[in-house]
């Protein structure tokens, strides 16, 4: 099973239930309206405490969520809570000098797709994301950088990390 952290219009977490053939819920502190499929539950929270049991889903996959939190280190503590194997973080990781442009086309791209902007908290270095993901006792099994030329002509970073939950192995 696996629980969708930010999910929005719930498209990846549907993609993911439709390639791996597993349960996928999705979490969100606002209702979208534009569901990409009735067949994934959507379920709205106020961004604090996750309505879910520890480790209640196999994965949690935070998917460009973690720098819209309020409280980064409090969802990444969420997360890793409800998750019994790993952690799936895939977010802008920019170098300290592109963190200014990098905030400036999240802000720009959300306004775009019409998400509240005021959420837009601004990005994290790839430095900030694994310092944060140490402080949870999570491992790093996988790290990849992607550069988006659609987007961004490939000037910034994207990271994908696949974390080991260490809490759940105790």
Do not use: W
Not at 143 to 152: D, E, Y
């Amino acid at each position: 099973t696996v629980i969708d952290i930010g999910g929005l219009s719930c498209m990846v977490a549907l993609a993911i239930q439709q390639e791996l053939g597993v349960n996928v819920t999705a979490v969100d502190i606002v209702d979208h309206q534009k569901k990409a499929s009735e067949s994934i539950h959507l379920d709205i929270y106020d961004g604090g405490q996750l309505p879910y049991n520890d480790g209640q889903f196999d994965i949690s996959y935070l998917g460009f969520s973690l720098h819209h939190a309020a409280n980064p280190a409090q969802l990444l503590s969420e997360s890793t809570r409800v998750a019994r194997e790993k952690v799936i973080i895939f977010e802008d990781a920019c170098r300290r000098f592109e963190k200014f442009g990098q905030s400036a086309l999240d802000y720009t791209l959300n306004r775009a797709i019409g998400k509240d902007v005021t959420k837009s908290l601004g990005t994290f270095t790839g430095q900030e994301i694994e310092a944060l993901i140490h402080s949870h006792d999570l491992q790093i099994v996988h790290h990849n950088i992607f550069r988006s030329l659609i987007l961004t002509g490939g000037l910034y970073r994207t990271s994908l990390y696949i974390l080991k939950n260490n809490k759940a192995t105790r």
